[in-house]
């Protein structure tokens, strides 16, 4: 059973960095597209970005384009998602994800039946 764990979040001030990262255990990752999705408090959770099997395809969602990249090493068994300039609505719980089936033209929960336990972002001055 393949099992997921992020790390790399925390506090940053509005225009800076975060590396996210998400070590997967119990599987072969490069078997699944992987994806990120966060969750602010009281709203539903949105998905920021996937990637394909082999890392050759991508998709973002239009809140992040330009900002983040989402990256994989599989030898590593390992996704990441670089976050730069950071706002203050980037805020929430990440979740990395991983599923049997990659989108160009999504990124729904309902591709991914993995998830990891999910790691803070805050976003404050």
């Known amino acids: 059973q393949l099992q997921l764990v992020e790390s790399g979040g925390g506090l940053v001030q509005p225009g800076g960095s975060l590396r996210l990262s998400c070590v997967a255990s119990g599987g072969t990752l490069d078997d699944y597209a992987a994806g990120w999705f966060r969750q602010a408090p009281g709203k539903e959770p949105e998905g920021v970005s996937s990637i394909g099997s082999n890392g050759r395809k991508t998709n973002y969602a239009d809140s992040v384009k330009g900002r983040f990249t989402i990256s994989r090493d599989n030898a590593k068994n390992t996704v990441y998602l670089q976050m730069n300039g950071l706002k203050p609505e980037d805020t929430g719980v990440y979740y990395c994800?991983?599923?049997?089936?990659?989108?160009?033209?999504?990124?729904?929960?309902?591709?991914?039946?993995?998830w990891g336990q999910g790691t803070q972002v805050t976003v404050s001055s």
């Open positions: 994800t991983a599923g049997r089936f990659y989108s160009d033209y999504e990124i729904h929960p309902a591709q991914f039946d993995k």
